[in-house]
């Protein structure tokens, strides 16, 4: 009979396969890390929306007599700014909303960032005046609110591509 040697050991061959299969892994669990954190960031940005939105209009809810006449129309952020600490008329308490939410855009969430604040006093029958504000009763008319940014590195579903996805949040609403 024959002399067959027994097999000791690994050879070099097994080795390298094991050591590609493992690094394949370790690339597929990157990249669902770099894709989780880039979810994270989207929904994140998507939270800071929503709260920012939510926040101008109960500033706008706050002050309807300078919605109906206007004075928060317009496109942000801008350079509007009003000190309100001695007390304001409506018009300078729009003014001063208008700079702190701007001031907030611009911090909150990316630098492209830019929303608009159209009210349409459509169904309107008059402004009401500062006595009629305490009954609170629906004035008609109504805002549109939208705020638009990019979410950098999510691009197109399926494309494979990084490319920035410019976002808008549009909201309706009568404050």
């Not at 492209?112 to 309107?124: F, M, T, V, Y």
């Amino acid at each position: 009979m024959p002399y067959l040697p027994v097999q000791r050991g690994v050879t070099l061959v097994e080795v390298l396969v094991a050591l590609l299969i493992f690094s394949v892994g370790l690339i597929g669990v990157v990249a669902l890390l770099v894709m989780s954190a880039r979810s994270s960031h989207a929904a994140y940005l998507r939270s800071q929306v929503t709260f920012l939105a939510q926040g101008m209009a109960d500033r706008m809810q706050a002050n309807p007599i300078a919605v109906w006449k206007g004075d928060y129309n317009g496109t942000y952020p801008n350079g509007a700014s009003q000190d309100c600490t001695a007390g304001c008329t409506p018009q300078q308490l729009a003014l001063h909303d208008k700079g702190i939410w701007s001031s907030q855009l611009t911090t909150f969430l990316p630098s492209d960032a830019q929303a608009r604040i159209i009210c349409s006093s459509a169904g309107l029958a008059y402004v009401p005046s500062s006595d009629q504000l305490a009954l609170r009763p629906p004035y008609g008319g109504s805002c549109k609110m939208s705020v638009s940014w990019t979410e950098q590195g999510v691009g197109a579903k399926g494309s494979g591509k990084n490319d920035p996805a410019p976002q808008t949040f549009a909201w309706e609403f009568q404050p």
